[in-house]
């Protein structure tokens, strides 16, 4: 018997000093009951942590209504489905009482009639604390990772296998949890980068320890869109020296297809931007050219006909042909005959003497056809297509050979005195450029025009002016020397008479 209690001592001895020393609160509560229903429960027991956590000084007897007001009635109903079943149950409570964060775990001690349970606290403020910078970190780090287009991966070389985080299936367009190995992976790769990417990775499993790997390359999602990636990391190995070995890759690839496009319109701009500059530069050198030639003609057919071949070698129009006003002052436009045909235009054009011959018994009142619509407006006319043009009014286009065609007015002080148009037997590509800078080409015209004009006009009236000098030397000094002469001879015949 004595051995017993002996026994029994050192083993509460044991209990005893476990149980005070112990970190986590602990306590034993009587279950009350009323009706056969838990209405409250009283501590019983309890350790220095649970008095601790409580903030009380002695809580032997008290009661739950007292300490935590309002949550009586949940927790009872645990301790009876505890102490009912046998059970033990755990869960985790938040004390605003308190202030902080517990993992409780409830197991019965004692059935009815005493029904006593225990419950163990353990205080996970920090725990929980931590838990929750980490959740908000993680979620930060995937909210980051989705609005930058990036995502994780691990490499098991030996195995072959990746793990892949959700937002790097996302970017390639595949259900989360997709196995996923090497060979996967070359098959999601644009053909044309799949023997690039064998030789990346050969590359990067041979680099030394340490150095990163970095590489571009294109996807094919499984909707068909392609998507430029770039693959970011690191190879870790085992061993050293001949030993060494390969053993995972951890990195991350990022979607860089906006970046992609942004350098491939960049590019596409810059590109477009130095041929508007070459073709700016090449436009105002054929102003240039058709300044000078025009300059230098000797008669508007010849500035014409310069003009014609000039603008017909920079765009490649075939046929050119001049209108000018007629000359019976009603305001009409009639075929000048100035023709310029390029290289072998007269087998691109079928029947160009047919269409001559039209031309030259045509005229257009202003609004009238592609000639009239120039005179009338003052700015250049394209078509496209001759034949759908609702207002031709010479021929069978389709007939004649004739395709595309442009008309731009020469004008003189605003005013349209005539009309150069040019033809193309296939197809001429719209060059919004040409359009504006033909209206300058036909004021030099008009410059040329109006100084011919001017030359003429001051020719015929030199040539007035010299039949009405001569007229007066005829009418006036020519009678008077003849008279002198008369007079002379007179006197002569009288002073030989005379001696």
Same mark, same amino acid.
Request: net charge negative; glycine share 8%.
């Given at each position: 018997?004595?051995?017993?209690?002996?026994?029994?001592?050192?083993?509460? @001895?044991?209990?005893?000093?476990?149980?005070?020393?112990?970190?986590?609160?602990?306590?034993?509560?009587?279950?009350?009951?009323?009706?056969?229903?838990?209405?409250?429960?009283?501590?019983?027991?309890?350790?220095?942590?649970?008095?601790?956590?409580?903030?009380?000084? @002695?809580?032997?007897?008290?009661?739950? &209504?007292?300490?935590?007001?309002?949550?009586?009635?949940?927790? *009872?109903?645990?301790? @009876?489905?505890?102490?009912?079943?046998?059970?033990?149950?755990?869960?985790?409570?938040?004390?605003?009482?308190?202030?902080?964060?517990? @993992?409780?775990?409830?197991?019965?001690?004692?059935?009815?009639?005493?029904?006593?349970?225990?419950?163990?606290?353990?205080?996970?403020?920090?725990?929980?604390?931590?838990?929750?910078?980490?959740?908000?970190?993680?979620?930060?780090?995937?909210?980051?990772?989705?609005?930058?287009?990036?995502?994780?991966?691990?490499?098991?070389?030996?195995?072959?296998? &990746?793990?892949?985080?959700? %937002?790097?299936?996302?970017?390639?367009?595949?259900?989360?949890?997709?196995?996923?190995?090497?060979?996967?992976?070359?098959?999601?790769?644009?053909?044309?980068?799949?023997?690039?990417?064998?030789?990346?990775?050969?590359?990067?499993?041979?680099?030394?320890?340490?150095? %990163?790997?970095?590489?571009?390359?294109?996807?094919?999602?499984?909707?068909?869109?392609?998507?430029?990636?770039?693959?970011?990391?690191?190879?870790?190995?085992?061993?050293?020296?001949?030993?060494?070995?390969?053993?995972?890759?951890?990195?991350?690839?990022?979607?860089?297809?906006?970046?992609?496009?942004?350098?491939?319109?960049?590019?596409?701009?810059?590109?477009?931007?130095?041929?508007?500059? !070459?073709?700016?530069?090449?436009?105002?050198?054929?102003?240039?050219?058709?300044?000078?030639?025009?300059?230098?003609?000797?008669?508007?057919?010849?500035?014409?006909?310069?003009?014609?071949?000039?603008?017909?070698?920079? *765009?490649?129009?075939?046929?050119?042909?001049?209108?000018?006003?007629?000359?019976?002052?009603?305001?009409?436009?009639? !075929?000048?005959?100035?023709?310029?045909?390029?290289?072998?235009?007269?087998?691109?054009?079928?029947?160009?003497? %047919?269409?001559?011959?039209?031309?030259?018994?045509?005229?257009?009142?202003?609004?009238?056809?592609?000639?009239?619509?120039?005179?009338?407006?003052?700015?250049?006319?394209?078509?496209?297509?001759?034949?759908?043009?609702?207002?031709?009014?010479?021929?069978?286009?389709?007939?004649?050979?004739?395709?595309?065609?442009?008309?731009?007015?020469?004008?003189?002080?605003?005013?349209?005195?005539?009309?150069?148009?040019?033809?193309?037997?296939?197809?001429?590509?719209?060059?919004?450029?040409?359009?504006?800078?033909?209206?300058?080409?036909?004021?030099?015209?008009?410059?040329?025009?109006?100084?011919?004009?001017?030359?003429?006009?001051?020719?015929?009236?030199?040539?007035?002016?010299?039949?009405?000098?001569?007229?007066?030397?005829?009418?006036?000094?020519?009678?008077?020397?003849?008279?002198?002469?008369?007079?002379?001879?007179?006197?002569?015949?009288?002073?030989?008479?005379? !001696?």
């Amino acid at each position: 018997k004595r051995s017993e209690e002996q026994v029994l001592a050192e083993s509460e @001895d044991r209990y005893r000093k476990l149980f005070e020393s112990m970190s986590e609160g602990f306590c034993v509560l009587e279950v009350l009951y009323e009706d056969g229903a838990a209405v409250d429960h009283r501590v019983v027991e309890a350790n220095p942590a649970f008095t601790q956590h409580c903030g009380l000084k @002695d809580p032997i007897g008290k009661r739950a &209504s007292e300490m935590m007001p309002g949550l009586e009635s949940d927790w *009872n109903e645990i301790y @009876d489905r505890v102490i009912q079943t046998g059970q033990a149950e755990r869960f985790v409570h938040s004390s605003d009482a308190f202030g902080r964060t517990f @993992d409780v775990e409830v197991v019965c001690v004692s059935g009815p009639p005493e029904a006593r349970v225990g419950v163990l606290f353990s205080d996970i403020t920090e725990r929980k604390a931590v838990e929750e910078a980490l959740r908000e970190s993680e979620e930060r780090l995937r909210q980051a990772a989705q609005a930058a287009r990036f995502g994780s991966y691990h490499y098991d070389v030996e195995n072959q296998t &990746s793990h892949w985080s959700p %937002e790097l299936y996302a970017i390639h367009g595949m259900d989360p949890g997709t196995p996923i190995d090497l060979q996967e992976i070359e098959t999601l790769l644009h053909p044309d980068d799949r023997q690039r990417y064998r030789e990346f990775i050969q590359a990067a499993l041979a680099a030394p320890e340490g150095q %990163e790997y970095e590489g571009e390359f294109r996807i094919v999602r499984p909707d068909g869109e392609l998507r430029w990636m770039v693959d970011r990391g690191r190879v870790l190995f085992d061993g050293e020296g001949d030993d060494r070995r390969p053993v995972c890759a951890t990195g991350m690839v990022i979607d860089i297809t906006e970046r992609k496009t942004a350098e491939e319109q960049l590019k596409k701009l810059n590109e477009s931007l130095e041929e508007q500059i !070459s073709q700016r530069t090449a436009m105002l050198k054929m102003l240039q050219d058709v300044t000078r030639m025009a300059n230098e003609a000797r008669t508007v057919e010849d500035a014409m006909l310069a003009a014609m071949e000039r603008i017909s070698r920079f *765009n490649g129009w075939q046929v050119g042909h001049a209108w000018r006003l007629a000359d019976d002052g009603n305001g009409d436009f009639v !075929s000048s005959g100035i023709w310029h045909v390029a290289g072998k235009a007269e087998q691109a054009v079928d029947r160009l003497d %047919e269409f001559r011959e039209i031309c030259k018994q045509t005229r257009f009142s202003p609004g009238q056809g592609l000639i009239g619509a120039v005179a009338q407006s003052g700015q250049p006319v394209w078509i496209d297509d001759i034949v759908k043009s609702s207002d031709w009014r010479r021929g069978d286009a389709k007939k004649l050979g004739l395709h595309a065609a442009i008309a731009f007015p020469v004008t003189v002080n605003g005013k349209v005195v005539a009309v150069l148009e040019f033809f193309s037997g296939n197809q001429a590509k719209r060059d919004k450029r040409f359009m504006e800078i033909m209206p300058d080409v036909g004021i030099q015209l008009g410059h040329v025009m109006e100084r011919k004009r001017l030359e003429k006009e001051t020719a015929e009236a030199t040539e007035v002016e010299q039949r009405r000098i001569g007229s007066d030397v005829h009418d006036g000094v020519g009678q008077e020397l003849t008279g002198l002469r008369y007079m002379a001879q007179t006197h002569a015949e009288t002073l030989a008479e005379q !001696s």
